[in-house]
């Protein structure tokens, strides 16, 4: 089972990879809008991404949640319990 | 009890793409001609479609006349008589005069001599199901030479007010004559359908409904926009690699990939799926022609040829997808 510290780590690449921010920059605390700049189409591609790396499903009502990286790693972590 | 004989009817062995030719319309919408009404950005609209310009048509330029401006080019270019052609399938969906199919005025308008001539519904996909429709009607002998014709004036039908479509559609047409062949030509077709996802993309509402409002109003297209993304941008990279395996070939093979220009995002993501390789050449006409459901891989290929990115004997990976959920794909030589 994965830590919330591996989750932010893996998801970070994957905004980085994706989104070109730094992975430095992906904290918890962080907006993906607000603070990382992402749009509306780079969360669905980290979606999908995200969903292939810790093997979940993240259904689209559910991606306007996820607001901030916490969110999403909260997401995850549950998802995969 | 009577039996029926064995038909004497034989088809072709192999069909293919014989001859293209495109109608782009006169009209150049910049961005900043839509961006009042959706209070938005040439930048932002570049950022999430890679739009820059697009083409409207002006009232001259119908579906009708736009449809027989590229089959005149498409026929000259296959270097067959208008005569010898015997079948016409135009993939639209905004004509406008709901019936008779607009494939019998364009088949009288070009002169043919009375071929079998019906339109096809399957939104964006419905250039590639054409296509495949006409290479099985010429194998199987229903036909020899067929004219496939993609052809749309999304302006009609387009919300000028609507955020999530109004920078995007366009209009244009593009047509190709698909007959015999000694080799094969256009491989075999991957398609289908998902009508669990019906209403990402469609009419906002049925006729009845417009004529019983207070203001009745053209019923526009509707679409949403971040899951028609995800199943475009990924789902779509599965079923285009099915089409090569289904084909007998790997992506190493391809010389050009001419996906339905949807969205440079969704272009740009697909081809990172299927791991395109650097050596393939990528259709993005969408830049300056915008999204012309069934008039956009014709459009698309079209202009690789003239840029010379693409060649006659290349091979050409073609998919489509759009409202229905309807998809359809097949690998083809660049006429």
Redesign the interface.
């Known amino acids: 089972m994965a830590t919330k510290t591996d989750i932010l780590t893996d998801l970070a690449a994957i905004v980085d990879e994706i989104a070109g921010v730094p992975a430095d920059d992906v904290q918890l605390d962080k907006e993906f809008v607000g603070d990382l700049d992402v ?3 780079s ?3 980290i ?2 991404a995200a969903e292939e790396k810790f093997g979940v499903r993240i259904p ?1 009502d559910q ?1 306007k949640n996820l607001k901030t990286v916490g969110d999403a790693v909260d997401y995850i972590e549950s998802a995969q319990s | 009890m009577t039996k029926l004989p064995t038909s004497a009817v034989a088809g072709a062995p192999h069909t293919a793409l014989l001859g293209l030719g495109v109608y782009r319309p006169s009209r150049i919408v910049p961005n900043a001609d839509i961006v009042e009404a959706i209070d938005s950005s040439d930048e932002w609209i570049q950022q999430r479609s890679g739009i820059k310009t697009r083409r409207f048509a002006d009232e001259h330029e119908t579906v009708q006349m736009m449809s027989v401006a590229s089959a005149r080019t498409a026929i000259e270019r296959a270097g067959i008589d208008p005569q010898q052609v015997d079948g016409v399938i135009v993939a639209t969906v905004s004509h406008l005069l709901q019936t008779p199919a607009v494939a019998t005025a364009v088949a009288y308008e070009l002169g043919l001599n009375r071929p079998v001539a019906f339109d096809i519904s399957a939104a964006c996909a419905g250039f590639c199901h054409g296509v495949a429709l006409a290479s099985d009607m010429v194998r199987g002998g229903s036909a020899k030479y067929v004219l496939v014709i993609g052809v749309e004036r999304l302006s009609d039908i387009t919300d000028s007010r609507d955020r999530g479509t109004a920078f995007i559609f366009a209009d244009g047409a593009g047509a190709v004559i698909v007959g015999p062949s000694d080799e094969p030509g256009i491989g075999p077709v991957v398609w289908g359908s998902d009508g669990e996802q019906f209403d990402l993309i469609r009419q906002r509402e049925d006729w009845r409904d417009v004529l019983v409002a207070e203001t009745p109003e053209m019923p526009h297209l509707m679409m949403q926009g971040n899951a028609v993304f995800r199943w475009a941008a990924f789902e779509m990279a599965k079923t285009a690699q099915a089409t090569l395996d289904r084909t007998g070939i790997t992506v190493d093979d391809l010389d050009v990939f001419v996906p339905h220009q949807a969205n440079m995002r969704i272009i740009d993501a697909m081809a990172r799926s299927i791991k395109l390789p650097p050596h393939v050449a990528i259709a993005r006409d969408i830049a300056d022609q915008g999204n012309t459901s069934a008039a956009s891989i014709p459009l698309a290929l079209d202009r690789l040829v003239e840029l010379g990115e693409a060649k006659s004997g290349d091979l050409a990976l073609f998919i489509a997808f759009g409202a229905g959920l309807a998809y359809a794909a097949q690998v083809v030589r660049v006429p």
Do not use: A, F, K, N
């Open positions: 749009d509306s189409l969360m669905v591609e979606v999908v689209d991606v």
